[in-house]
């Protein structure tokens, strides 16, 4: 008995302290997790409550609205338009296809575009929203709206997209935009998140997209919150990010629309620039085409369409295409051979219709002479002979260094696409690109604008302006940012003297104001208006002896794209140049009878603001210019947005 009871003392002792070790235990595991819970609640609390609201709340980008552009007087030439989209969350939709089998039967949509999203969905995260259709009508919108219930991860938005109201007056200056591709995001090296919105649109050609990043602005964000199935309930906050900037251009609207409705039916390019300030106020490459279409997804048949057009009407003739300036090249020889000193203006070269080289001749234009000729016979008359002759006197590195001082050889920094460097060849350049000594021959064609000679419309228009002034001038595209102008410099004097300039000029003067001149069909009637200029013909092909024994072709004996180019430069008022003109028209023939009339139209219409009276052209033309002025396609003037300044 005395056993037991010790016994049972010895146990209740042992499973005390058991007791306690356990309960030791467990007050230490409490006080862990009442620490834990401490530092979770107190410490911790506002990492699980971002961490919940994340749960809760989707945050997505806003696309900013794309930056407008403006004419000089305040005219929309670029704007947004309010675009009805569809677009679908892969992440919140579930089964893919059943949601878009439903959708379908409600909206009936392009297979195209269901394709072009499933191969979204599957190059992009789950989370990112992609985008199934767009330009929906208001009635499709409301119908897939009405019936988001029955839609997961199906979201309708109302977003901007680019319109260009006067279609193809600026398609080439002003481009296009586009969806964002995988190729974009290579070339642009940007991390710019936007540009990871499906079918976000940036700028692929001229202004669009030299001034891309001003134009796009910075993107807003929205926070959405959703519920357990992950149906947005309401949206919290909403930061709209910062439109992009505003651009006005140079450009006047109606002479630009003017300007391409002249050129109609025409391969060809028109520049018109302000002599005073370098302002181009119109840039016009034909044919255009409608940019409104590459915006919406042009079809594959009107970009073929575009592509095999034999005018080229993507290209643009204005800064891209190079041409030879032929005869429009020849009072830069002139004035290269007067500051050199190696002739006098009166001095007289006798053209015989060729000049002999050895045992080969180089033929003047007209084939049986022009006799004696001074300077200013020479360009009024469009001697070839008086330049083959004084272009051995003064050399070509001259000519070339004069060429330069004017504009050719130049890439002009203007917001355009793929603008071009011409060509002003000299000896040094023949050996580095052609690994071959420069010929005498060269030379001859080169005094003449022809041979490896190449300059761009845009560097014409530039060439003219600096002839009319002694000046540097230099174009200029944008007006001003936002409202705030862009500083334009005072243009430095050429160096060039006025004594040689104002031979030059007067020559010029002749072209169109004397009988004898090779424009004088388009001079301008109104003495407060006479117009200079120079016409050019260039050649496209070779002319064979053979050919010249049996007579030249006719230009309009040719195919279209065998005949010569015709070229203009010219500046008016004469007695204060106001405006430079350029014209090209490709395989047009002969520069006087292609391109002038069009220069001399276009500065009219640039110097009256408007259609010039007939009395502004010689009697016996107005009946026919009264015609043709009916007949023009013109856009009404339009009417600058109200508010909008004019910098």
Known sequence: MKRADK???????????????????QLGVLGALAVRMRELQVKEAEQYKFLAEE????????????????????????????NYRVVIVREDAGDVDAVLRTLTDIVPLPEEDLARARREMGRRSPFVPVTISDRLT???????????PALPGIVTEVGLSRYYPLDQDFAHSIGYVGPVSDFDLERLNDDDPLLQIPRFQIGKTGVEAKFEQALRGSAGSSQIEVNAAGRVMRELRRDEGQPGANLQLTLDHALQNYTEARLAGESAAVVVMDIEDGDIRAIASAPSFDPNKFVRGISSADYRALLEDEYRPLADKTVQGTYPPGSTFKMLTALAALEAGVIDPGERVWCPGHYKLGTRRFHCWKRGGHGWMNLVDSLRESCDVYYYDISQKVGVDKIAEMARRFGLGTRFDVPMSAVAEGLMPNRAWKAANRGEAWQVGDTLNASIGQGFVLASPLQLAVMTARLATGREIMPRLIRAVNDRPVARPDPAPLGIRRAHLEVIQRALYEVTNLRSGTAYGSRIAESTYRLAGKTGTSQVRNITVEERARGVFRNEDLPWNRRDHALFVGYAPFDAPRY????VVEHGGGGSKAAAPIARDVLLQALYGGLPPLSAYPAHQRNMIDERQRALELRPRQEPEQGRSRA
């Open 7 to 25: 016994d049972m003392k010895l146990s209740a002792r042992t499973i005390t302290r058991r007791g306690l070790i356990v309960g030791g235990l």
């Open 55 to 82: 749960n809760r709340i989707n945050i997505r980008l806003l696309p900013p609205a794309r930056g407008l552009i403006y004419d000089r007087d305040g005219v929309l030439l670029a704007g947004n338009a309010p």
């Open 138 to 148: 208001w009635e499709q919108f409301s119908e897939i709206s009405i019936n988001a």
């Open 580 to 583: 430079a003109v350029s014209v």
